[in-house]
Structure formats: structure tokens, C-alpha cells
């Protein structure tokens, strides 16, 4: 194998995701075939103790309060940003004026006018932008994936009958866990859960081209206030709950229902990222609940579906045994394997990151659900 050579990457967010992406780096020798290899040098978060888990991680080099400054040096090629929803725009374009790539985190700024903003600036200043989405890099999804790549026959599908993509939480369920700025409109969003969970449930759709034409949206606001967490109450007023009614016109077949869901209530649900395809002929069924199992069927006299157990399948070869299960760090080492070899043009023909495109037509949807569920109406898209 070549020597890869390093790419010189920032972080500006060191909460949960940011922390995350330095695991993710520091054990890179574990995968055999990527051609890029990153090295986290600089950290940057305006809480200053947040830096301080980030000054046993070898190789980082830069502390800083103020991206703005972290922006301004030379000694930076890619840069991960993983703050609040209200700042990613500015911060977006900041790193993108500042001639660095970006790993943007999602929803890819507040809203659609945004999201707009971002993509438009960074194809100006041809910057190279993908959006995080890691559940794709599972090998059941890949899978999933694999049965709708041209000439592939397994299973045969027939005529899709129905398709659906969801991604449920439950801990919002507890009424006493404390208000957080996802729980909140100005820091989440107009469109609450939509954009928070909403791209992992729109990535693998839209890039298998089940681009909806119509949505009938239903929206929940189940708990309106929360803790605040200094002893009083603070208003709760994003959505929870999002199921998005869709219609996809496939080549061959127009009107195939898609539902989209996304929800922060959905009891016996920790972190379930689930697909399922039924068609006339055969079904695909993938849950993280059951994260190593496929699920397929093929039509017959009797109905049932078949557990097929997976390996360590992933797009990138590893050195972990064939046999053993994949979880959430093993994934996102991936989807940053896969933008550092697609920013590098050696991606190949493995699967991409979320497109910049991609994640506007997600907003595009989450302002037809929100305009939907004001008028209780079916929305075409453009
Ligand atoms: N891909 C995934 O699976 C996944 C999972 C969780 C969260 N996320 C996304 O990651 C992003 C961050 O979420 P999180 O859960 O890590 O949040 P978090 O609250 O744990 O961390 C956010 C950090 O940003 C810092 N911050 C706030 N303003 C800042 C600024 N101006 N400059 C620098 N740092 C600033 C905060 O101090 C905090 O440490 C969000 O966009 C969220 O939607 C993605």
C-alpha cells in the first residue's frame, strides 16, 4: 500500500460529534484501503473547557476560542464543524472564505434559504463540501444499496409496493430530562427534529433516486416545556415527531408511497436507523436494532422473511475479522474514509457522502412538511 498522505484537518465544536471524529482519527491504522489519512491539529470550541479532553489527543497542536482565528491559519486543509444549528451558515462560509474544505454536520444550515446559501458559495469559491451522514457505511445498508445497483439480482423486487426510511429516539420520552438547544427553535430550527435527524433519513433515498413529488406531513409537539436545568421551566417548542408522507415517481413505476420518519418519541427506540423496501417479488428490511442482520423476502406460497447474518462488510477494508459487528465509531470512520477519498478523487465506486444538493433538497422537504402540516394539505414539490 502507498504511504498515505496526511490530510491536515479542524474541528470547531468540541462537544459530542467533535470528540467522536478524534476517535475516529486515532485509530486509523485500522483501515487497510484508504488512500488519505487525516491528522486533527487544531481543535476550537467558545467553551474553553471543552478543549481541554482534546489536549491528550496526539497530534493536535491548536487550542482556540474563536474559529476566526483558527480559520485564518495556513496549517489547515479540512475543516469539521459541529456546533448548534443557528451558526452553521456563518461558520460555514467563514471556513469556506477562509479556502478550506468542509465536513458540514447536519441539517446543512437552519433552513432552506441557508442551505441555499452555503451550497451556492461553496460551488463559487469551488470548495469541496460533503454533509455527515454515517448509517449508509453499514454493511446491511450497503446491502440495501447493492439490490437496486443496475444487473443486480438479489432479491428481485417486482413492483415496489411501499418504501421507508425512519430514524426514532426515545429519551425525549422522560418529561423530566432537561431543555437542550435541540429542544429549542432558535438554536434547532423552525423545522425541530426534521433537522436534526432528518439527513440520515433522506440520504440514502434521495441518492437512490426517490426524490418525492408530494408530501402530506404530520407533526407533533408532545411536551411544550422542560426542566431547564436551574430549577425552573423553559419552553420546549420543536417539533418531536415527524412522519412525511411521500410520493416518489420511480422510472418505471410513478406513485410509490415513501414514508419519511423522524422522531424523538418512538418508545423501545435508543437509536434505530431502519429501511425497508416491500415489493411485489421480494422485500428488504435493515434495522440498527438488529445491527449485524439483514432481513429479506422472496415471494412464495408461504410469507415470512429470512435473518441473514453480515460481517464486517464495509466499504473500506479493515483489519477487524469478517465476522464481528460494526457500530456507531466504526461508521463514521468510514463516511470520513469515504470524504477524504472522494475529496482526493479516489473514491472509486464506493458510496459517497451527502452531496451539498443533496442536503438542500432535504431542507426542500422539511419546508413542504412545515407548510403542509400549517395547511393540512398535500404539497407538490418543484
Ligand atoms: N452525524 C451524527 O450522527 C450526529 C450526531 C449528533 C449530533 N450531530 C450534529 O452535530 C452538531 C453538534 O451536535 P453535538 O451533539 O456535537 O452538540 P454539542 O452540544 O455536544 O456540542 C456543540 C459544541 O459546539 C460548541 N460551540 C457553540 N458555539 C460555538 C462557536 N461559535 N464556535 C465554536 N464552538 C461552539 C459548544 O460549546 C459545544 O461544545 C449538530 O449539527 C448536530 O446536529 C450529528
Known amino acids: ?43 476550537c470550541d467558545v467553551n474553553a473547557a471543552a478543549l481541554d479532553w482534546f489536549r491528550q489527543v496526539p497530534g493536535v497542536r491548536h487550542f482556540d476560542t474563536d474559529h476566526r482565528t483558527l480559520l485564518a491559519r495556513p496549517d489547515i486543509d479540512v475543516v469539521y464543524v459541529a456546533v448548534p444549528h ?54 446491511g445498508v450497503q446491502r440495501v444499496l447493492a439490490a437496486f445497483r443496475p444487473g443486480n439480482a438479489e432479491p428481485q423486487l417486482g413492483k415496489i409496493l411501499s418504501l421507508r426510511s425512519s430514524f426514532l429516539h426515545s429519551s425525549d420520552l422522560d418529561p423530566t430530562k432537561p431543555i437542550n438547544w435541540k429542544r429549542q427553535v432558535r438554536f434547532c430550527g423552525e423545522a425541530g427534529v426534521m433537522n436534526d435527524l432528518g439527513l440520515h433519513v433522506t440520504h440514502v433515498p434521495l441518492r437512490l433516486g426517490w426524490r418525492p413529488v408530494r ?11 422542560r426542566p431547564d436545568g436551574k430549577g ?18 420511480l422510472p418505471d413505476q410513478p406513485g410509490v408511497p415513501l414514508t419519511l420518519e423522524t422522531k424523538r418519541m418512538s418508545p423501545t427506540d435508543t437509536n434505530s436507523w431502519e429501511i425497508e423496501v416491500l415489493g411485489t417479488d421480494g422485500g428488504l428490511r435493515y434495522s440498527t436494532k438488529q445491527p449485524k442482520t439483514l432481513w429479506t423476502y422472496e415471494r412464495g406460497k408461504e410469507q415470512s422473511w429470512s435473518a441473514t447474518d453480515l460481517g464486517f462488510a464495509t466499504p473500506f477494508k479493515t483489519i477487524t475479522g469478517g465476522i464481528f459487528e460494526p457500530g456507531f465509531p466504526d461508521i463514521l470512520q468510514q463516511m470520513w474514509a469515504a470524504y477524504l477519498a472522494e475529496r482526493a478523487g479516489q473514491l472509486g465506486d464506493r458510496f459517497a457522502c451527502a452531496t451539498p444538493d443533496e442536503a438542500v433538497t432535504q431542507h426542500e422537504l422539511w419546508a413542504a412538511a412545515l407548510q403542509s402540516h400549517a395547511t393540512q394539505s398535500v404539497v407538490t414539490l418543484p
Open 232 to 249: 425552573g421551566r423553559a419552553p420546549c417548542d420543536t417539533w418531536d415527531n415527524a412522519t412525511l408522507h411521500c410520493t416518489v415517481d
Open 1 to 43: 500500500m502507498s504511504s498515505p498522505s496526511p490530510v491536515r484537518v479542524a474541528v470547531i465544536g468540541a462537544g459530542l460529534m467533535g470528540r467522536e471524529v478524534a476517535s475516529a482519527f486515532g485509530r486509523w491504522f485500522a483501515l487497510l484501503d484508504c488512500p488519505v489519512r487525516p491528522e486533527l491539529v487544531a481543535v
Open 215 to 225: 408530501l402530506y406531513a404530520q407533526l407533533q409537539k408532545i411536551y411544550t416545556e
Open 86 to 139: 443557528h451558526l452553521h451558515e456563518q461558520i460555514y462560509l467563514d471556513v469556506l472564505r477562509a479556502g478550506k474544505d468542509l465536513l458540514a454536520e447536519k441539517p446543512f444550515g437552519i433552513d432552506l434559504a441557508a442551505a441555499r446559501r452555503v451550497r451556492d458559495e461553496a460551488a463559487r469559491l469551488g470548495r469541496f463540501v460533503r454533509v455527515s451522514s454515517e448509517f449508509p457505511f453499514l454493511p
